[in-house]
T-cell receptor, first 113, second 113 residues
Framework: AQSVTQPDIHITVSEGASLELRCNYSYGATPYLFWYVQSPGQGLQLLLKYFSGDTLVQGIKGFEAEFKRSQSSFNLRKPSVHWSDAAEYFCAVAFFGNEKLTFGTGTRLTIIP | DVKVTQSSRYLVKRTGEKVFLECVQDMDHENMFWYRQDPGLGLRLIYFSYDVKMKEKGDIPEGYSVSREKKERFSLILESASTNQTSMYLC????????????FGSGTQLSVL
């Protein structure tokens, strides 16, 4: 069965520092990969997605993610975080022909001044 | 803009009650999903539907059922609510195929006492 692992439950980063959130998936086929963000008290918003082509994808709010097939990973990055980036981040995976989207357990990001 | 409406933002029910959570979309989208979100567990798929009267079990269907009599409405039913079903319930729709993003409703926070 498809699964997603986000190994970091909580990350604290200083404002202006770089950020990388990890995501690994398991399954055999080519995945469709997503990163969603949930700000406190808000719904989930799509940051970016990958389904084919260039393995480095750009998203909203200055985020990017890189698909590495050999590592079954899709890590999210941002070169310089802002206080408004404090939120919970979810990685998700789906596969062609399977309507189900599976989410990871989430990484909570705290930004310190 | 796509609109996904969940009828209640907060709901308090008693153990053993039958509970209906409603989700309505304002477009003609086939795919609708019910997730529950719990701290440390992320989003877990309960049921989804890809057309009227069609439904598929997700990862945690036990204790739940669904109904989709009309395309715009997807209902989640707790036949006999239990305290371990206290959670945030999120409805989502997908505009197209598997590689398209989900649009989420604002959620229903259900407390079962």
């Amino acid at each position: 069965a498809q699964s997603v692992t986000q190994p970091d439950i909580h990350i604290t980063v200083s404002e202006g520092a770089s950020l990388e959130l990890r995501c690994n998936y398991s399954y055999g086929a080519t995945p469709y990969l997503f990163w969603y963000v949930q700000s406190p008290g808000q719904g989930l918003q799509l940051l970016l997605k990958y389904f084919s082509g260039d393995t480095l994808v750009q998203g909203i709010k200055g985020f990017e993610a890189e698909f590495k097939r050999s590592q079954s990973s899709f890590n999210l990055r941002k070169p310089s975080v802002h206080w408004s980036d404090a939120a919970e981040y979810f990685c998700a995976v789906a596969f062609f022909g399977n309507e189900k989207l599976t989410f990871g357990t989430g990484t909570r990001l705290t930004i310190i001044p | 803009d796509v609109k996904v409406t969940q009828s209640s933002r907060y709901l308090v029910k008693r153990t053993g009650e039958k509970v209906f959570l409603e989700c309505v979309q304002d477009m003609d989208h086939e795919n609708m999903f019910w997730y529950r979100q719990d701290p440390g567990l992320g989003l877990r798929l309960i049921y989804f539907s890809y057309d009227v009267k069609m439904k598929e079990k997700g990862d945690i269907p036990e204790g739940y059922s669904v109904s989709r009599e009309k395309k715009e409405r997807f209902s989640l039913i707790l036949e006999s609510a239990s305290t371990n079903q206290t959670s945030m319930y999120l409805c989502a729709i997908r505009l197209g195929s598997t590689n398209e993003k989900l649009f989420f409703g604002s959620g229903t926070q259900l407390s079962v006492l």
